[in-house]
């Protein structure tokens, strides 16, 4: 009976490599398992648990331990040494900040590393405001000139947000695994420069569209050593972001015609010749709170961009992001921030970096499909500072 039982499972595996691969304990969850040369079965359940190669499928949060008060002996030197030296330090600075953010920043307990030579930096911006001075000098000499200056600097973007990221990505490791970005010039000028232009042509209802490209672009061309990144944003979801968006925004125009119509105030009356009492807090208020829900909308989109493309963001087809963010959220962190920092003429200003850092970092999750360990490091030569000098000093951002 038992060689029949042997000849039955010895043929099933020839037929099927998965159980082959199985019976030899070559999937995690079977490594330790012992099989029976005469019967081609199990003998025994387990021998050692130890053995048992199982990785833990559980998120893995985002960590940030930077504290306020250390950030701000950085930020307070940074901006003093950057006064006396009439801006040079400011490459110094830079990787100060960086290495601050970027080394407080954990995923399972490592941490992220910024590796930039500020030498290198200092002399990619020393080219860069050469370039920015010739360009506004000839801008004066003829109305025409300046029209070219323009046109160059918009075809250069591409070329500039390509070496920015480019040069931030390896400047960038994680347990001394450098990323990466390759870009092309044309798919570039589609995402940074003819895609968002279309969308601001086609008052947003094309949007959607370009920061898909947009998102699916700098994916495709990111890696982490050796292991590429992809992302595929859903457009329906951007449309629906997009759609509460405008929601936001229509809600108070709607209510302000209603109050409008039931008073029978027409608008030029109330522009031309505002009543002091029954309309005056009208029109006070009518801008204030327009302002406000264009703000809020603005942050909602970006917050449900942000979750869309990072959520869909995945590492070799193997590792998987997850983003949580709240556009309401991050709205009220960033309004609160520049309150303060204004009523503090600018010394809470660290405290509000580390503050809404934390939280961007903090929404963000990791869902492993396998263990870290099998990636292997592509250390390259840094290329490519002058682009990312040229969108600090222009304060260009190009990221998600």
């Known amino acids: 009976m038992a060689e029949e039982t042997g000849k039955f499972n010895q043929e099933t595996t020839e037929n099927d490599p998965t159980k082959s691969e199985i019976a030899e304990g070559s999937y995690p969850l079977t490594q330790g398992l012992n099989s029976n040369d005469d019967?081609?079965?199990?003998?025994?359940?387990?021998?050692?648990?130890?053995?048992l190669k199982i990785w833990d499928a559980s998120p893995i949060p985002f960590e940030f331990t930077g504290k306020a008060k250390e950030f701000f002996g950085i930020w307070l030197s940074n901006l003093l040494l950057s006064i006396l030296t009439l801006g040079i330090y400011s490459a110094w600075?830079?990787?100060?900040?960086r290495r601050f953010f970027l080394g407080h920043t954990l995923i399972g307990g490592h941490?992220?590393?910024y590796h930039a030579d500020p030498k290198v930096i200092l002399k990619g911006r020393a080219v860069v405001v050469s370039v920015l001075v010739v360009l506004s000098l000839v801008?004066?000499?003829?109305?025409?000139?300046s029209g070219t200056s323009l046109v160059l600097l918009m075809l250069a973007l591409p070329w500039l947000a390509n070496r920015s990221l480019r040069f931030n990505a390896r400047m960038t490791s994680f347990r001394n695994i450098r990323f990466d970005f390759?870009?092309?010039?044309?798919?570039s000028l589609l995402a940074f420069v003819l895609l968002p232009l279309l969308g601001l042509l086609s008052f947003g209802l094309l949007q959607p569209f370009a920061t898909r490209y947009s998102g699916r672009y700098l994916a495709a061309n990111y890696s982490y050593g050796e292991a590429k990144l992809e992302s595929d944003p859903q457009l329906k979801r951007l449309y629906k972001g997009l759609f509460q968006a405008f929601s936001i925004i229509s809600l108070p125009v709607v209510v302000l015609l209603g109050i409008m119509a039931q008073h029978d105030w027409e608008l030029e009356r109330l522009i031309l010749i505002p009543d002091d009492g029954a309309t005056g807090w009208f029109i006070d208020f009518s801008p204030f709170a327009l302002i406000i829900t264009f703000y809020l909308a603005f942050f909602h989109y970006r917050?449900?961009?942000?979750?869309?493309?990072?959520?869909?963001?995945?590492?070799?087809?193997?590792?998987?992001l997850k983003s949580e963010i709240s556009g309401f959220r991050l709205a009220w962190i960033v309004l609160s921030n520049t309150v303060l920092t204004l009523i503090s003429l600018g010394l809470l200003q660290p405290w509000g970096a580390?503050?809404?850092?934390r939280y961007e970092t903090e929404s963000l999750q990791l869902i492993p499909g396998g263990s870290l360990d099998e990636f292997i490091g592509k250390i390259q030569p840094a290329e490519g500072v002058i682009g990312s000098e040229y969108t600090d000093l222009q304060d260009i951002d190009v990221s998600v």
């Open 354 to 357: 580390v503050r809404r850092w």
């Open 39 to 51: 019967a081609g079965v199990s003998s025994e359940v387990l021998e050692d648990p130890s053995t």
């Open 303 to 320: 917050a449900v961009v942000r979750n869309s493309i990072l959520g869909s963001l995945s590492i070799s087809s193997i590792h998987q």
């Open 182 to 187: 390759i870009g092309a010039y044309g798919k």
């Open 139 to 145: 801008s004066e000499l003829s109305p025409v000139l």
């Open 111 to 113: 941490r992220f590393d």
């Open 93 to 97: 600075a830079k990787v100060r900040r």
